[in-house]
């Protein structure tokens, strides 16, 4: 059997189990609340009790695992219910009156009586007096005593729960009419502020009405000054009004004397408003005249041109520079033409010793003497405006809706760049045929300009540099830079040619002109070479475009003029050892040979009449493509040195135009639309 617990130690394991039960249901610190204890406190209450549990007796301590004896249990509670224990009977009437004294005497233990806080009401008394203290061996009356304590505190429990309760509703009400106030609150600042923003606005309107009416009183003052000086003005006028009719009485009787005079200029100017119109008659009739004259003159002036060649070849010796040997004096002689020294030179012969030519007695050979015939041959002595007379006229017809084409070529050093650019430091007699040129035509359209025609000009420059077009026009990072420019195509269908990248500058004046020459001078590419210090090593193609226009009588004409310096053309030495800079002057020298003999194919092509032209095989015959047609007056100037010892290459240049100047391409035609 297992063995019973004493009642004592059952009372003090339920006492010990109950023990949570006082246990304050909230933290929240609600005002009003009497009660709240921690556990600490509540096992400072239990104390007493546990000393009184121990005074009973010397009763062996059993351990809490130990089962408990069926006389005395628990049962778990719920809120606002209380198990009562089942305590076993004992028969005897002393047990029973044991128990009776215990319960009447027994005290309230401090277990049982949770702390309290300041300002907070003690619990309430059993029966509304406080209980004696009971002896110690009367358990169920302190089992009594708990029971009614523990009662009274759930019922503390419970009301402080419903006032928490309470004071939380009242804290939902008080959050919610704070939200309400709150939104209110910002609804009314909202409101202030604009309430604020308009007062501010008024202040500033009420500014400037202030600033208004003071400005409108200063013009009210003004306008009654000025009106004070309107009727001194008033009385003035009508004296002068006086003084005005007495003035219109006389002219009215003058009128009538005049009116019969305008009765007799009327007819007057009947008849000369006759005459006007006959006279209009006769000026449209004399424009019409002066136009056909004027296409009379275009289609003359363009027969004389074809009668010329519409390939010519001129012929330009340099004169001897200073610190050069002077030639021998047969060396070179114009022979006079058929009407004398009076007719221009057109003809030159060179005279070439050959020292590896020798006869049987051992003497030197005789010279040979080649002759050479072109259109028009310029001794050393001839200046550049004698050149330019010569080409002004086909520089004209550039004008009038032709090609043309000029350059001039010739060995390195023999005078085609100062021929085409002139000489340096601006002097008007060196002056080349690119600035007389344009100043020629500058000029003409000016006085074309009387008879309807308008005429516009853009100018381009640019270098073949080793089979590489360069931009000489252009300025800043794009200096050097011929990867950029392609020759192409102004449009689909178009036969008209353009460089890409290019600039294009219109002009207008021999100033911008100028402008454009110093910066082309300054970008093309030059260098040393056995035959001359600056040499140029490219070829240089000005060119003008020219658009022109006939208004009145919807005529159009446009032209392209080629002014062309080009490379000097000098044959490569097979002998010659080459280093670093001697081989980039080769690869130059086969650069320009070679475009240099394209340019003899494609003008041998158009006098055969080819069906194909090797425009291609180079840029500066592809550059050049329309300039070189059978629509383009074409001329070539063949520079050559009056030295000795250049003879070779004068020879090499002379025989080349020879070439060139008994080449005949077709008849050329305006572009006119």
């Not at 610190?29 to 121990?54: C, I, N, V, W, Y």
């Not at 209110?184 to 600042?189: H, N």
């Not at 015939?373 to 004698?386: C, H, I, L, N, T």
Request: hydrophobic share 35%; glycine share 10%; proline share 7%.
């Amino acid at each position: 059997m297992e063995p019973q617990r004493s009642p004592l130690l059952e009372v003090k394991g339920n006492i010990e189990v109950k023990r949570p039960l006082v246990k304050a249901p909230s933290r929240l610190p609600l005002p009003g609340s009497r009660f709240k204890r921690g556990p600490d406190q509540m096992e400072d209450a239990l104390e007493p009790e546990k000393k009184r549990t121990r005074g009973l007796g010397t009763a062996p301590k059993i351990a809490t695992s130990r089962p408990r004896a069926p006389a005395l249990t628990t049962v778990p509670q719920t809120q606002g219910q209380t198990a009562a224990p089942k305590v076993p009977k004992k028969t005897g009437p002393r047990c029973s009156t044991a128990i009776a004294t215990v319960l009447k005497n027994q005290k309230p233990g401090p277990a049982a009586v949770p702390a309290q806080k300041p300002g907070t009401a003690a619990p309430p008394m059993l029966g509304g007096k406080k209980p004696s203290k009971r002896p110690a061996w009367d358990l169920k009356g302190q089992l009594c005593d708990l029971t009614a304590e523990l009662k009274c505190y759930r019922e503390r429990t419970q009301t402080l729960d419903q006032e928490n309760q309470q004071l939380r509703d009242q804290l939902r009400e008080a959050q919610q009419q704070a939200t309400v106030l709150g939104a209110e609150r910002r609804t009314l600042e909202g409101e202030l502020a604009r309430v604020q923003a308009q007062a501010e606005q008024g202040q500033q309107e009420l500014g400037n009405l202030s600033a208004r009416v003071l400005e409108l009183e200063e013009r009210l003052g003004t306008q009654e000054s000025l009106v004070q000086e309107l009727q001194k003005e008033q009385l003035g006028l009508q004296e002068e009004r006086r003084g005005l009719a007495t003035r219109l009485e006389e002219q009215e009787r003058r009128l009538q004397t005049s009116e019969a005079a305008l009765s007799g200029s009327q007819a007057e100017v009947a008849s000369l408003r006759q005459e006007t119109v006959a006279q209009a008659a006769l000026l449209a009739e004399r424009g019409e005249r002066l136009h056909g004259l004027e296409m009379e003159r275009r289609r003359l002036h363009n027969q004389l041109q074809e009668l010329k060649g519409n390939i010519r070849v001129f012929c330009r010796v340099r004169p001897v520079l200073p610190g050069e040997p002077t030639p021998s004096p047969g060396f070179l002689l114009f022979p006079s033409g058929p009407g004398g020294p009076s007719d221009l030179p057109t003809r030159l012969s060179l005279s070439r010793s050959d020292e590896r030519r020798g006869t049987l007695s051992g003497a030197p050979a005789p010279p040979t003497r080649h002759d050479f015939s072109f259109d028009r041959v310029f001794p050393p002595g001839s200046g550049q405006d004698e050149v330019f007379e010569e080409i002004a006229m086909l520089v004209q017809s550039a004008l009038d809706g032709y090609p043309v084409c000029i350059f001039a070529y010739g060995q390195t050093g023999s005078g085609k760049t100062f021929t085409m650019e002139g000489g340096p430091g601006g002097d008007p007699q060196v002056e080349g045929l690119i600035p007389r040129a344009l100043r020629h035509l500058f000029s003409i359209a000016q006085e074309l300009g009387g008879q309807g025609w308008t005429y516009s000009f853009v100018a381009s420059y640019v270098e073949i540099y080793n089979e590489t077009v360069r931009d000489l026009l252009a300025t800043g990072t794009r200096k050097g830079q011929g990867g950029e420019c392609e020759i192409r195509r102004a449009g689909p269908g178009s036969e008209e040619l353009t460089v890409t990248n290019a600039r294009y500058v219109p002009v207008s004046c021999e100033k911008e002109v100028e402008a454009l020459l110093h910066l082309a001078r300054q970008n093309r590419a030059v260098a040393r070479t056995a035959q001359n210090e600056r040499s140029s090593r490219s070829h240089s193609v000005f060119q003008l475009q020219i658009s022109g226009e006939h208004a009145a009588r919807g005529l159009q004409c446009g032209a392209p003029l080629s002014l062309v310096d080009l490379a000097g053309s000098e044959r490569l030495d097979p002998g010659l050892a080459l280093g670093p800079g001697e081989r980039e002057r080769l690869r130059e020298t086969q650069a320009i040979n070679s475009s240099l003999s394209t340019l003899g194919l494609v003008i041998m092509a158009l006098s055969n009449k080819e069906s194909h032209v090797p425009y291609r095989n180079s840029k500066l015959t592809y550059l050049l493509q329309n300039s070189l047609g059978g629509s383009a007056k074409m001329l070539m100037f063949v520079n050559i040195s009056p030295l000795e010892e250049n003879v070779s290459e004068s020879l090499n240049s002379l025989r080349f135009a020879s070439k060139v100047n008994q080449c005949v391409i077709g008849t050329a035609q305006a572009n006119r639309k």
